[in-house]
């Protein structure tokens, strides 16, 4: 579902090559509803590879949104090689009562593949670590967190206030910066003297949400750019010496706040905009605040342990527990930070069920408690849901239930995303499921390297820009998506893979998980990162990424 415009879809132009790639895979598609779906994907591996595993020949709405279904949770591009992610492959046999699809990879044993190690045990000097935790008292001041201020009913108005909000904070980022050449016209002021901006000496400047993208057989990106009192029809041509991270190469992700310069082209057919520069909103070099040198202590990030699922890589994490009772880092590790999926959850995807080892969602909590308590007294644990966790999926995220908090002792439970300070230095982590999206959108961002979508995030000040991708957004009033405060250090996980370093002045890490490679995505060739502990000192900004596997 699209967020509500008056627009409605324009066809794209690519229909008669994706009916041969179709057609070549032995696949027929009928009906006009059907060529819509499948206009809208933006790879067809996932779908053909599906349909081939499911034996599907014929492709109707109907099975083409089972087939989707199945193949949904992570997509990929396919112009970068990476594969897409997902539990489940097949639709279940029509001939068998099992609601299960066929197995179409051996699950025995997998060998542990050695994770890359950016830092070794012996490459992080102590020095940039001074100061033990148990020196200093737990200060986390939170700033952001859903838990309890959920306020939206759901409602038309609700998602409305949501984006008007969302286009008036960042619309108020670009013009305090003076990131626009002029200041900005409503839409349908600029629309109503279109006449008037039909050249290049009486440009306008417009701002607004960017819907529809697309890009045209001229390899010219379109879009449509919307505010509260029009929308218009846009066009870009890359500029010769762009980056790929130029909105007009890389493209934009739906509902994105875009300015636009340009003008009007008038002539034969409707008036189209010619954009001269588009515009996202301001991030110059950020300066960091840091841990006075009193308070010294050091944070560790981790995410997506997944317990409860059979590739929970538990002697793994015995190992990091003997790490933090033996080793001198460790004794600067004030505070741990768990960033989503801290268990793998029941019912998450069709057949989940069979690659549990803990099948009750309570003890699988219970266990992580029990796997957390082996921390050393010293370490405060910062928990946030994830997709897999027990609460809402809509994001903001509250945090777990108190019923399940009751387990943990030294615990803070918070939402996702939030927003937080420890001893003065800025962290925003969330989990991470809007990667899907960049992923799927834009060119310039891929699953191998998660750090583009977080530095993409950090470009356009939002956290989960589209509405009616693959994360679900709860419309709150007041977007709180949108990155307000440019964080000392920003934290994603979700994608399994590790990341840590420096982007126009944030520390950025993305967490590393526990789990170990899945049957599906040793399929695809898809190999995470697991078992990488990142530790970053709040007064230095150290960082060192120690790892178990
Ligand atoms: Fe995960
Ligand atoms: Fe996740």
């Known amino acids: 579902m699209r967020r509500p415009s008056l627009l409605t879809d324009m066809v794209s132009d690519d229909w008669p090559a994706r009916q041969r790639i179709l057609a070549s895979s032995g696949i027929l598609v009928m009906g006009r509803k059907s060529q819509e779906l499948i206009q809208e994907l933006e790879d067809l591996q996932p779908l053909i590879q599906a349909a081939r595993a499911s034996g599907v020949k014929i492709l109707d709405p109907r099975t083409i949104s089972e087939l989707l279904s199945i193949t949904a949770p992570v997509p990929a591009r396919p ?15 029509p001939n068998s ?9 051996p699950s025995e044993a997998l060998e542990l593949a050695p994770a890359p190690r950016p830092h070794g ?8 670590f001074p100061m033990h935790a148990t ?9 952001f967190d859903i838990t309890g201020n959920s306020v939206t009913e759901g409602k038309m108005s609700d998602m409305r206030s ?32 279109r006449q008037r901006h039909s050249s290049r000496d009486y440009e306008v400047t417009m701002v607004g949400l960017a819907t529809e993208m697309r890009w ?14 029009a929308q218009v029809r846009c066009i870009v041509k890359p500029p010769s010496e762009a980056s790929e991270v130029h909105p007009a190469l890389d493209g934009l992700m739906d509902d994105d706040v875009v300015g636009v310069s340009g003008y009007f082209l008038v002539g034969e057919g409707d008036p189209i905009f010619f954009v001269q520069d588009i515009h996202l909103p301001p991030l110059g070099v950020h300066s960091k605040s840091m841990a006075g040198q009193d308070r010294a202590v050091s944070a560790a990030f981790l995410s997506d342990t997944h317990v409860g699922s059979m590739t929970f890589l538990g002697p793994q994490w015995d190992k990091m527990i003997t790490w933090f009772n033996s080793d001198p880092l460790a004794r600067t590790i004030k505070y741990f930070v768990l960033s989503g999926d801290g268990v793998d959850g029941v019912g998450i995807y069709p057949g989940q069920d069979r690659h549990l080892s803990i099948k009750d969602l309570f003890q699988q909590y219970s266990e992580l408690a029990r796997l957390l308590e082996a921390l050393p007294d010293w370490v405060d644990v910062i928990i946030l849901p994830g997709n897999h966790d027990a609460v809402r999926p809509a994001e903001p995220q509250p945090a777990l239930d ?4 009751q387990d943990y002792s030294d615990t803070t439970f918070v939402g996702n995303p939030c927003d937080f300070s420890l001893h003065g230095v800025r962290v925003l982590s969330y989990h991470g499921k809007s990667i899907d999206d960049f992923v799927a959108t834009l060119r310039s961002v891929s699953y191998s390297q998660p750090e583009r979508a977080m530095q993409a995030m950090l470009e356009r000040r939002h ?20 990155i307000s405060t440019v964080p000392d250090i920003f934290v994603t996980g979700h994608v399994h893979g590790h990341f840590v370093g420096n982007y126009k002045g944030t520390t950025m890490v993305h967490s590393s998980t526990w789990q170990n490679q899945t049957d599906f995505q040793r399929m695809l060739g898809f190999q995470p990162k697991p078992c990488i502990l990142t530790v970053v000192n709040l007064h230095t900004f150290a960082t060192a990424s120690i790892p178990f596997a």
């Open 216 to 229: 045209a057989k001229s390899k010219n990106l379109m879009f449509v750019v919307e505010d509260e009192t």
């Open 79 to 93: 112009d970068r090689g990476e594969p897409p992610i997902t539990q489940q492959v097949t639709l279940p046999n």
């Open 97 to 105: 009562h099992s609601p299960l699809g066929r197995t179409l990879a």
């Open 121 to 128: 045990l012996e490459h992080y000097n102590l020095a940039d």
């Open 402 to 405: 108190p019923e399940v908090q």
């Open 162 to 193: 949501c984006f008007i909000d969302r286009l008036k904070r960042i619309k108020s980022m670009m013009i305090s910066a003076n990131s626009l050449p002029r200041r900005p016209t409503p839409v349908s002021e600029a629309w109503r003297n």
């Open 463 to 482: 956290l989960a820009p589209s509405w009616g991708g693959k994360t679900p957004l709860s419309p709150e009033p007041e977007d709180n998506l949108v």
């Open 135 to 143: 020196d200093v008292d737990s200060e986390i001041e939170i700033h």
